[in-house]
């Protein structure tokens, strides 16, 4: 019993301390002008009753206009896993997680960033 009591206070010390800082702000890749739009990425591997890899994105929008875009995760090979869509209003900060069972994402991209407004591109 005092066994399991421990493993399950390690597991919780793991979860809860353990993980990666975020990322320093950059622009959103692939996009060659100033979009005024930035990034932060953090991964945290964690034992809750099994594996998983969390992935924590945030957005920050220093645009006058409100910004939608698809935000889609892809394993090694460009395979696109995931892909779901976001919108972040002018001067706002988007904060959205990601949950998986594996470290199999190895990269992402932004799909269709335009001003939601308009649906213009943030980048022409």
């Given at each position: 019993?005092?066994?399991?009591?421990?493993?399950?206070?390690?597991?919780?010390?793991?979860?809860l301390?353990?993980?990666?800082?975020?990322?320093?702000?950059?622009?959103?890749t692939?996009?060659?002008?100033n979009?005024?739009?930035?990034?932060?990425?953090?991964?945290?591997?964690?034992?809750?009753?099994?594996?998983?890899?969390?992935?924590?994105?945030?957005?920050?929008?220093?645009?006058?206009?409100?910004?939608?875009?698809?935000?889609?995760?892809?394993?090694?090979?460009?395979?696109?896993?995931?892909?779901?869509?976001?919108?972040?209003?002018?001067?706002?900060?988007?904060?959205?997680?990601?949950?998986?069972?594996?470290?199999?994402?190895?990269?992402?991209?932004?799909?269709?960033?335009?001003?939601?407004?308009?649906?213009?591109?943030?980048?022409?």
């Amino acid at each position: 019993m005092k066994t399991r009591i421990l493993i399950l206070g390690f597991l919780l010390v793991f979860k809860l301390n353990f993980g990666q800082q975020w990322s320093e702000w950059r622009t959103f890749t692939g996009m060659d002008c100033n979009s005024n739009v930035a990034y932060q990425v953090k991964m945290v591997e964690l034992f809750d009753l099994n594996y998983q890899v969390h992935l924590y994105f945030r957005v920050r929008n220093d645009n006058s206009k409100t910004i939608s875009y698809t935000f889609a995760l892809l394993d090694g090979r460009g395979k696109t896993h995931f892909e779901d869509w976001h919108q972040t209003n002018p001067g706002e900060t988007t904060e959205f997680v990601h949950k998986m069972n594996g470290k199999y994402i190895k990269t992402f991209r932004i799909n269709n960033a335009v001003f939601t407004s308009t649906k213009q591109p943030v980048c022409q």
